[in-house]
């Protein structure tokens, strides 16, 4: 009952080199060996700067990229050995939230296809009712149902794009820098949102982003990466208190005055 939503056991991802530009022929290795766990409930955040290997780490939680060795376990089970059926459980089971929602919807579709899609995709069928209330329970109301992603906000679409995440009852969503690409005034909105459905739903988050002030409001715990390992983790008001790793120092002190803790 206890194991971790999410276990990551020694996992490496070495991406073979595109024509070798300065990498040298046996590739780039993104993720260097990191072990981390979701426990349920909990939101974990990933922290790093850019290019540090959090997004190829993230995919590889829910079997979007391979792992080029070690283990991943989501609700106990090794996705290396899961049968179609249990892939299908899989994708139900942890939903993404990319960075840049206008990207990751299908500009052909409206908003009530690109839902009703999720649901096919699982066999299942929903009725109009239904999709309302999914899309209403996180903030747009029933009227974008009919709209193409065009024709909305960037903060309404990431919450449409929450919507699609949720429509399946996910029990763990990772969220890849779901405000980096947002207005700063919707910002906090969206991160509200994903903190509301940690604390109603007991969802658990591996929460991505460059931004150490926007890990320590959401997160309870972080993990801080660099060059495709984990340096630092623990609670998240201790690391912001008393970085150990150069690294984290550095996101700490890279972080506004204003957002510092009194
Ligand atoms: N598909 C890929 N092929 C080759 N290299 C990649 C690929 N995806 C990412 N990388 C490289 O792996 C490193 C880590 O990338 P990424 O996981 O996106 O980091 P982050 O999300 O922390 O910015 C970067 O140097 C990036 O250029
Ligand atoms: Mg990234």
């Known amino acids: 009952m206890s194991e971790p939503i999410l276990e990551m056991t020694d996992v490496s991802k070495r991406y073979r080199a595109a024509g070798g530009f300065g990498r040298g022929r046996k590739g780039f290795l993104a993720v260097d060996g990191v072990s981390l766990h979701v426990e349920r409930g909990e939101a974990l ?30 609700d106990g089970q090794d996705i290396a050995r899961l049968s ?17 929602p206008l990207a990751s919807l299908n500009p052909r579709q409206t ?36 709209r193409y992603p065009h024709e909305a906000s960037g903060g309404q679409l990431q919450r449409v794009a929450v919507a699609r995440a949720l429509a399946l009852k996910p029990a763990l969503i990772i969220a890849d820098e779901p405000t980096s690409a947002l207005d700063v005034s919707v910002r906090a909105q969206i991160l509200n949102l994903l903190a509301d459905l940690q604390r109603d739903q007991g969802i658990s988050f591996l929460h991505v982003s460059h931004d150490l002030a926007v890990i320590r409001l959401y997160s309870d715990r972080v993990a801080v990466m660099q060059r495709g390992r984990i340096v630092e983790t623990g609670p998240s008001d201790e690391i912001f208190r008393s970085p150990q790793h150069p690294c984290t120092r550095a996101l700490v002190e890279a972080t506004p005055e204003a957002e510092l803790p009194a």
């Open 84 to 100: 179609r059926r249990g892939l299908r459980r899989l994708r139900r089971n942890v939903a993404m939230v990319f960075q840049d």
């Open 45 to 74: 955040g990933l922290v790093g700067e850019s290019g540090s290997g959090k997004s190829t780490l993230a995919r590889m939680a829910n079997g979007l990229v391979v792992p080029t060795s070690g283990t991943v376990r989501t």
């Open 111 to 146: 908003v009530r296809q690109t839902l009703e899609n999720v649901f096919r995709a699982h066999g299942e069928t929903t009725s109009t009712a239904e999709l309302a209330a999914l899309l209403e329970s996180v903030g747009p109301g029933a009227d974008y149902l009919g």
